[in-house]
């Protein structure tokens, strides 16, 4: 199974960045890892995704350890609509699945 | 917005009686999922499906079975249901080559089995 750890909760403030965690110590070397959230009463949406090198994109960034059993989201400016479940993971060994855990539950606070 | 529907989008069924979703998308993509969400277990994948007619078991299809006769719609059903099966089911399509790729879910069809 593609496991990962998350802390349960976390908490931010309005318009401070915030720095996700994840540990994926048994993620292979071809594993892609990925994030997904999801808001209150819809679907998980897409965030960010990345092999070996930092990513950026319009909603966060991804930084990975160099050893790639770890990951940590960063949202550079936390706003009230970031309030979510956000799911780290990584594909299984036949490379087409995704596996979600149990993902953070991010409070975000004017 | 990737074009994907679920319908219908709440469903009350009685015990036994059988039940079908359908995810409906209009790009084309090759993959998609079925995904069920449960308090306490997160999401888990159900089915999901590689082409036409191809079709392969995630981690919790018992009970479950799909169908994919055109690359837009992909079918699950609930051949019996049991209150078990009472649960948040979202569809799912797959955007880019393996092993880089996003998904991209439905708004969810939420089944209440009495």
């Known amino acids: 199974d593609a496991k990962t750890t998350q802390p349960n909760s976390m908490e931010s403030n309005e318009e401070e960045p915030v720095h996700l965690p994840c540990n994926h110590s048994t993620i292979s070397g071809t594993d892609y890892i990925h994030w997904y959230r999801q808001l209150p009463s819809q679907g998980p949406e897409y965030v960010i995704h990345?092999?070996?090198s930092n990513v950026n994109n319009r909603m966060a960034s991804l930084a990975i350890a160099e050893d790639r059993k770890s990951s940590t989201l960063i949202l550079h400016r936390a706003t009230l609509r970031d309030a979510a479940v956000y799911y780290c993971m990584y594909q299984n060994n036949a490379g087409n699945m995704l596996t979600f855990g149990g993902g953070t539950r991010l409070m975000v606070k004017p | 917005d990737a074009g994907i529907t679920q319908s219908p989008r709440h469903k009350v069924t009685e015990t036994g009686t059988p039940v079908t979703l359908r995810c409906h998308q209009t790009e084309n993509h090759r993959y998609m999922y079925w995904y069920r969400q449960d308090p306490g277990h997160g999401l888990r994948l159900i089915h999901y499906?590689?082409?036409?007619?191809?079709?392969d078991k995630g981690e919790v299809s018992d009970g479950y079975s799909v169908s994919r006769s055109k690359t837009e719609d992909f079918l699950l059903t609930l051949e019996s249901a049991t209150s078990s099966q009472t649960s948040v089911y979202f569809c799912?399509?797959?955007?880019?080559?393996?092993?880089?790729?996003?998904?991209?879910f439905g708004p969810g069809t939420r089944l209440t089995v009495t």
């Open positions: 499906s590689y082409g036409v007619k191809d079709t």
């Open positions: 799912a399509i797959r955007v880019g080559q393996n092993p880089s790729y996003e998904q991209y």
């Open positions: 990345g092999l070996t």
